[in-house]
């Protein structure tokens, strides 16, 4: 087999079928038919799946690993999940664990153009974590997000972003939130970057791109499940001047374990930022999850630039300390609703916030 995928897969079985399980996902993630009917013989040595180890975890779940051909991949990141994950995710018993990708894929799809080092130079963070926040709720019109934005600036915050859940409505419509925040920002001579998020089909989006152009803007966030992977990849590759920060929206839909999905396949398609919820917070993933989300997302790599981590959901200011000691410098720290909550205090709460941050020992 030429250059492959080796893709780890956790399955819920028992012993005596555990073998036949794995070589029916190697074949329904390959060619998904009875190998008695492949009569070719480059599609039974180069295109069927092998099956490469199966090693026993615990409580009756095993580790297979699955080696799958990487020319069935093209240059479509639509198709490498479906090559993954694709008629196999129909199966409840099985999760998408890990993947180990031939260079040649990785090279191909690029990963961040801009990355944890062209993040903080767009702010003047030099060796420290970066800072952000988020402007909600949904339902407040242009002017309002853009006072909230001022404040925020005037605050110190590095970016502050669009909450995922703005998008076209009528009652804040993109351009004119653009707009505005842009020029609410400008009043300052601070390097506050806004972070729009942009929503709707491709087409609308590379008009939001546009648009967030023309108002000076040089960062954006997407949705990568709800937009489409192969979407997202292209917008990618068709604005390099843009950093993309992504959101997790829908990430939790399907079971592909947290780390491959936000830390790996997110920064490999061009994820400059991956946003996830921190441990402690609204949900629930573990402090080892979010350890391996990060180590993932900034893992040196030969071709492929850092991805910024940025652990958020219902985080606050009295966990800064607590959050760069698990983390440390190479982080962005989202607190939405924790400064929002302060209302009047909201520039002195996103002060304190900013010198906890700069001021940590990141020795």
Do not use: W
């Not at 240059?75 to 993954?84: P, T």
């Not at 110190?156 to 939130?177: C, E, N, T």
Request: glycine share 10%.
């Amino acid at each position: 087999m030429h250059p492959a995928l080796q893709v780890i897969y956790h399955v819920r079985g028992d012993a005596r079928s555990i073998e036949d399980r794995a070589r029916a996902i190697a074949v329904e993630q390959s060619v998904e038919l009875p190998l008695s009917a492949v009569d070719d013989d480059f599609v039974r040595a180069e295109i069927v799946g092998r099956v490469e180890a199966i090693h026993e975890l615990d409580g009756g779940r095993y580790e297979l690993r699955i080696a799958l051909a990487a020319e069935t991949v093209g240059d479509d990141a639509g198709q490498l999940i479906n090559m993954l994950f694709g008629n196999t995710s129909l199966h409840e018993d099985v999760v998408l664990y890990d993947v180990e990708f031939p260079q040649e894929l990785i090279d191909m799809f690029g990963g961040p153009r801009h990355g944890l080092d062209g993040l903080r130079g767009r702010v003047g963070a030099g060796r420290r974590a970066l800072t952000s926040s988020a402007l909600k709720p949904q339902g407040l019109a242009p002017d309002k997000l853009a006072g909230l934005a001022l404040r925020f600036a005037e605050g110190g915050i590095d970016y502050v972003k669009d909450d995922h859940g703005l998008a076209d409505q009528a009652y804040s419509p993109f351009a004119a939130r653009v707009e505005a925040i842009a020029a609410a920002l400008r009043k300052l001579d601070r390097p506050t970057r806004y972070v729009p998020s942009l929503s709707g089909d491709l087409d609308r989006m590379r008009r939001q791109i546009a648009a967030a152009r023309a108002a000076g803007l040089d960062t954006v966030m997407v949705a990568p499940m709800i937009m489409g992977l192969a979407n997202f990849h292209r917008l990618v590759r068709d604005h390099a001047d843009i950093a993309f920060l992504a959101h997790p929206t829908l990430a939790g839909a399907a079971r592909i374990a947290p780390p491959l999905l936000l830390g790996k396949l997110f920064r490999l398609l061009g994820a400059d930022a991956v946003i996830f919820p921190n441990h402690g917070g609204r949900f629930g993933y573990s402090a080892d999850t979010c350890r391996r989300i990060a180590r993932t997302a900034l893992q040196a790599q030969a071709s492929l630039r850092a991805c910024v981590p940025v652990p958020a959901g219902g985080m606050s200011t009295d966990r800064v300390r607590e959050m760069l000691d698990f983390y440390r410098a190479d982080v962005m720290l989202l607190i939405g609703g924790g400064l929002l909550s302060a209302r009047d205090r909201l520039v002195q709460e996103t002060r304190a916030f900013v010198a906890a941050v700069h001021g940590y020992d990141y020795a």
